[in-house]
């Protein structure tokens, strides 16, 4: 691995974990066991080692979805991939993170998200319509506007201010709030088929559980 990609790697760890502001560029150079100066030879500013994590989290992100697409047979597949995905990865990330990309006004950062995603909520549209047509979601349903709220930055940040209110951890927000929003959006049909794979990925969930 490359010396660049080391840094990202061992930046990302300590962003997840403590939050962007208690890191700093010290705090860095001795996780990957480099000086100062050729950590900022590297990267000339924490803000720029910030924006190079970002954006290989947003290309991992992207892909991601992108093979979840591939994999996708419905719009309600593909929720609920991206919903137990979102579960996961959040679990070894510190809430304080995404609390330090608000209060510290990285705004290029957020539309740096928005930009790289931007290209998804076409595809996004086109599933949420061939729900409607096969009768697993509703007519009445804006494929459109759903399929912008989805990447809704500021909606994360209300999951976790609920979350921060109610004493809970974000996941447990994220799959409550996902599974009544999807159950809104479907038919009778949709709603036996979502119950139908949340039910068969909890049994594999549990299966994985007792082997492991």
Same mark, same amino acid.
């Given at each position: 691995m +490359?010396?660049?990609q080391k840094i990202k790697a061992a930046a990302t760890q300590l962003f997840f974990a403590n939050g962007i502001k208690?890191?700093?560029m010290d705090d860095v150079s001795k996780?990957?066991? #480099?000086?100062?100066r050729t950590l900022y030879e590297t990267f000339a500013s924490k803000d720029a080692l910030l924006m190079a994590c970002v954006d290989d989290l947003m290309r991992m992100? =992207?892909?991601?979805? +992108?093979?979840?697409?591939?994999?996708?047979t419905s719009f309600v597949d593909l929720m609920l991939r991206s919903m137990y995905e979102a579960m996961s990865m959040l679990q070894s990330v510190n809430v304080v993170f995404f609390e330090d990309i608000e209060r510290l006004n990285y705004v290029h950062v957020n539309e740096a998200v928005t930009s790289k995603l931007?290209?998804?909520k076409a595809r996004i549209t086109a599933l949420i319509e061939e729900g409607k047509r096969k009768g =697993? $979601?509703? +007519?009445?349903?804006?494929?459109? $506007?759903i399929s912008v709220l989805l990447f809704h930055e500021h909606s994360k940040g209300m999951m976790r201010k609920i979350a921060e209110a109610r004493g809970c951890e974000v996941p447990y927000v994220i799959?409550? !709030?996902?599974? #009544? !929003? $999807?159950?809104g959006m479907a038919t009778d049909k949709g709603v036996r $088929? =979502?119950? +139908?794979?949340?039910?068969? #990925?909890n049994k594999t969930t549990q299966n994985a559980k007792i082997d492991s």
């Amino acid at each position: 691995m +490359e010396l660049a990609q080391k840094i990202k790697a061992a930046a990302t760890q300590l962003f997840f974990a403590n939050g962007i502001k208690a890191v700093s560029m010290d705090d860095v150079s001795k996780s990957v066991g #480099i000086s100062k100066r050729t950590l900022y030879e590297t990267f000339a500013s924490k803000d720029a080692l910030l924006m190079a994590c970002v954006d290989d989290l947003m290309r991992m992100r =992207i892909e991601k979805l +992108e093979s979840q697409l591939v994999l996708a047979t419905s719009f309600v597949d593909l929720m609920l991939r991206s919903m137990y995905e979102a579960m996961s990865m959040l679990q070894s990330v510190n809430v304080v993170f995404f609390e330090d990309i608000e209060r510290l006004n990285y705004v290029h950062v957020n539309e740096a998200v928005t930009s790289k995603l931007d290209g998804m909520k076409a595809r996004i549209t086109a599933l949420i319509e061939e729900g409607k047509r096969k009768g =697993i $979601l509703r +007519e009445d349903v804006d494929s459109t $506007l759903i399929s912008v709220l989805l990447f809704h930055e500021h909606s994360k940040g209300m999951m976790r201010k609920i979350a921060e209110a109610r004493g809970c951890e974000v996941p447990y927000v994220i799959k409550h !709030f996902s599974l #009544i !929003f $999807l159950r809104g959006m479907a038919t009778d049909k949709g709603v036996r $088929l =979502i119950d +139908e794979q949340v039910d068969s #990925i909890n049994k594999t969930t549990q299966n994985a559980k007792i082997d492991s």
